[in-house]
């Protein structure tokens, strides 16, 4: 399953047509070339399958983050490794 957390672009490489962004913390290497016309540092993305699919706003982006920030506040340790594990199986193809 893929959660689409909203992430901030923090580094472009325009010649390999991607971008290192981070997730809540955690960073990771994600192609841009369906947005790679668009995208800037600084912006908010959602990922699908290794791929940044659009740009969206930063204001429903943080409110995002702040609502999967509660979930994981309610959730046990088994939960938040089984949403890991499955979110694990949308890394990019690259």
Same mark, same amino acid.
């Given at each position: 399953?893929?959660?689409?957390?909203?992430?901030k672009?923090v %580094?472009i490489d325009?010649?390999?047509?991607t971008?290192?962004?981070d997730?809540m =913390?955690? /960073?990771r290497k994600? =192609? #841009?070339?369906?947005i790679?016309d668009?995208? /800037?540092?600084g912006? @908010?993305?959602?990922?699908?399958? =290794?791929y940044?699919?659009? #740009?969206i706003?930063?204001?429903?982006?943080l409110a995002? #983050?702040e609502? @999967?920030r +509660?979930i994981?506040e309610i959730?046990? +340790? +088994?939960? %938040?490794?089984?949403?890991?594990e499955?979110?694990?199986?949308?890394?990019?193809v690259r």
């Amino acid at each position: 399953m893929c959660l689409s957390i909203p992430s901030k672009v923090v %580094k472009i490489d325009r010649e390999e047509v991607t971008a290192v962004v981070d997730t809540m =913390g955690v /960073k990771r290497k994600v =192609g #841009i070339d369906f947005i790679a016309d668009e995208v /800037k540092e600084g912006d @908010y993305v959602l990922i699908h399958i =290794g791929y940044a699919m659009n #740009i969206i706003d930063e204001a429903d982006a943080l409110a995002s #983050i702040e609502t @999967y920030r +509660e979930i994981l506040e309610i959730m046990d +340790e +088994e939960q %938040k490794r089984r949403i890991i594990e499955e979110d694990d199986n949308c890394s990019a193809v690259r």
